[in-house]
């Protein structure tokens, strides 16, 4: 099982995000607190950690302590899912797909205008864009 976290005093705005992800990856989501990156490495070897840098938003992937990488949002939207959810990320960028295939759920799609999608708690429907 793979741990979501934020820095240690998220925005509400990147902690409803890191929540909304975690649900739609079915992740553990945890707020850290005091708690560093290293001491959640025991309990989980996957993390993704999300802090915002400036104005843009960073994933990243940390496996057994070390960095893999990392994916920079340059924004996103949150609208209304008017379907029935699905679980998992939805990506028009393979290197993406890649980074995070193998350990969240993770689908590869075509003709998509956002980078990455996911559906949220309470029917808010993600569209996130990476920056290039």
Not at 41 to 67: C, H, M, N, W, Y
Not at 99 to 116: G, K, S
């Amino acid at each position: 099982m793979t741990i979501l976290t934020t820095s240690r005093r998220p925005s509400p705005e990147i902690r409803t995000f890191a929540k909304d992800l975690a649900f739609a990856l079915g992740c553990d989501h945890m707020n850290r607190g005091k708690t560093g990156l290293r001491d959640l490495s025991p309990q989980d070897p996957v993390i993704l950690f999300i802090e915002r840098q400036q104005q843009k938003v960073a994933i990243r992937l940390e496996v057994d302590g070390e960095t893999e990488d990392e994916i920079i949002l340059s924004g996103w939207s949150v609208g209304v899912r008017e379907n029935e959810m699905q679980k998992g990320i939805f990506t028009s960028d393979q290197s993406v797909y890649d980074l995070l295939n193998q350990y969240v759920p993770a689908t590869m799609v075509q003709n998509q205008d956002a980078t990455i999608i996911f559906d949220g708690r309470q029917r808010r429907l993600y569209r996130c864009d990476r920056e290039l």
